[in-house]
């Protein structure tokens, strides 16, 4: 076995070597340690953050939405494959496509690419994790070969979102005689072929996926990055080593604090940190499905002792690190409606004690407090593949101990985990989401609209479902964000979850590099501006 890998990392040195020979004074191609390796980059297809990685260098939007920028607000749109657009009426937009706009094969793009495009995201067959936004919601129609008209279902303010955000324009001469089912068996580079300033030219699986770029060979500035290699390693230590051996150029550490270390103390490397797109949560069950009725123990009033109770800034630096921060409310500091302004529960272990005890949660000092001849007893689940969710699990449980709750903790199985949430049996849980730049994913969340998708715990309040809708239709970015931080208030109050962290990411950087800005919700957005000595 160690034979075969050295001949691999020889031959896959000696590739590289004959790359920089034929791009005569071009730097050497920057490599990208991954853990893991995507199933698929065609857009409609993708599901691990490798493939979204790999593939917004290859494939294009029509428009893109600025790091920060409200989705409500049409101002915070750039443009990529539309040239411009405008607003028809109240349930239509028109794009106009650029005119240099091309295939990496040459060809134009044309209206019905785009048509094609939005059909395949809304298709059943693909399924595509966008489908939800596209399908019977909006439709593309051809008004000429450079213009299309977007109509949706309804008015509301991030038509201009989900006319963009979600769907990457894909050639309708390269996939339409291939029947869909049969897409994500097709491992075809040749029909990889996308707008944007990359294309595929080799797929090794199981070692790694060269891009080059698609001006190659034509006159480009110095330095400009020309290839660009993807290392799938097995593990992130194994893709932390590429780093350090100075293999690889670029690896997102994400929230790896001594893998941020190791990188910092190399003098040829640095470390980029920037806000995740995740936040973490302690959610709590407000009902007892297996009696009908509130949860016998997790009330507003203990909820809210339970709150007071934890340091939530000192957990989230002691797991994740520098950078990281408790949250104001269900979102990371990427989502546009954060505000420091939003009223949360303080960190006070007297008040925390105030509360229980004005509940009705009684007990001598070291003593596990009784209601009614009742234990606050309660359990935390958590999934058992995740060690830092473990770990914070054990920070709350020491927290709960010395308050007077009996708190135990259970570690399961990521399918046993996901199916007692659906089943609502547990008592509380802690949970992971990731932000996308629209707030609307709440809905699903946190209001009564959430019961039965992924509101497990099943709170409802009728103020804060209304202060929330009426966000999510206020046009106004300014408006919608007091509306908003009004919510997230309300939310904050009932205490149906503990928002616990949002951690910094880092990004190892090998020095050669320069100009490689950082996206958030993309990390290597910025790799085709950048520069290789």
């Not at 857009?43 to 893109?64: K, M, N, W």
């Not at 650029?98 to 990496?104: I, L, Y």
């Not at 770990?391 to 135990?408: E, K, M, N």
């Amino acid at each position: 076995m160690l034979l075969r890998r050295s001949v691999v990392l020889i031959s896959f040195l000696a590739l590289l070597s004959c790359r920089a020979d034929r791009v005569g004074t071009a730097p050497r191609p920057v490599v990208v340690a991954a853990t893991g390796e995507p199933e698929s980059i065609l857009p409609p297809l993708v599901v691990e953050t490798v493939g979204r990685d790999i593939g917004d260098l290859v494939f294009e939007r029509l428009a893109d939405l600025a790091p920060g920028g409200a989705p409500v607000d049409p101002r915070a749109y750039r443009p990529r494959l539309a040239a411009r657009w405008e607003r028809v009426d109240s349930l239509s937009w028109r794009f106009h496509l650029a005119k240099e706009a091309r295939w990496a094969d040459g060809r134009k793009v044309t209206a019905d690419d785009v048509i094609f495009s939005f059909n395949a995201f809304g298709d059943s067959v693909l399924d595509a994790p966008a489908r939800p936004y596209i399908a019977g919601k909006v439709t593309a129609i051809a008004v000429d070969s450079a213009t299309v008209l977007m109509q949706f279902g309804e008015s509301y303010p991030e038509q201009l979102y989900d006319g963009t955000y979600h769907v990457r324009i894909l050639p309708r001469h390269v996939w339409d005689t291939i029947p869909r089912e049969q897409w994500g068996a097709d491992t075809s580079v040749a029909r990889l072929v996308g707008t944007g300033p990359f294309r595929v030219a080799e797929w090794r699986r199981g070692q790694f996926l060269r891009l080059r770029r698609k001006t190659v060979g034509e006159q480009s500035s110095d330095g400009e990055i020309q290839e660009v290699v993807w290392r799938f390693a097995a593990d992130p230590d194994a893709a932390v080593n590429l780093v350090l051996s100075h293999e690889a150029d670029l690896m997102e550490l994400a929230a790896a604090p001594q893998a941020a270390g190791r990188v910092a103390a190399d003098a040829a490397l640095k470390v980029e940190r920037y806000p995740s797109a995740a936040y973490g949560f302690l959610g709590f069950n407000l009902t007892d499905r297996s009696r009908g009725g509130p949860h016998p123990v997790l009330d507003r009033a203990t909820r809210r002792g339970l709150a007071m109770a934890l340091d939530r800034n000192a957990l989230a630096t002691a797991t994740f690190g520098p950078g990281a921060a408790a949250p104001r409310g269900p979102m990371s500091r990427l989502l546009w409606i954060w505000n420091d302004s939003i009223a949360t529960l303080p960190f006070d272990t007297a008040e925390a004690a105030r509360a229980l005890a004005a509940a009705g949660w009684r007990g001598e000092p070291g003593a596990i407090r009784q209601r009614r001849g009742r234990r606050l007893a309660f359990d935390v689940l958590v999934p058992g593949t995740s060690t830092t969710r473990r770990q914070i699990a054990t920070a709350v449980q020491a927290a709960w101990r010395a308050l007077g709750a009996d708190v135990s903790v259970s570690a399961v199985d990521f399918p046993v985990f996901q199916e007692r949430l659906g089943r609502g049996r547990f008592d509380s849980y802690i949970g992971a989401w990731l932000d996308e730049p629209s707030a609307r994913g709440l809905a699903d969340q946190w209001t009564r609209a959430g019961w039965g998708a992924i509101n497990y715990g099943r709170y409802t309040n009728p103020a804060f479902d209304a202060l929330f809708r009426r966000a999510s239709a206020e046009p106004d970015p300014a408006a919608a964000r007091r509306l908003y931080t009004e919510a997230m208030d309300t939310l904050n109050a009932d205490a149906p979850a503990i928002f616990l962290y949002t951690p910094s990411n880092a990004a190892a950087i090998n020095r050669r590099l320069e100009g490689v800005e950082i996206d958030p919700y993309a990390w290597l957005g910025g790799l085709p501006t950048g520069r290789a000595r």
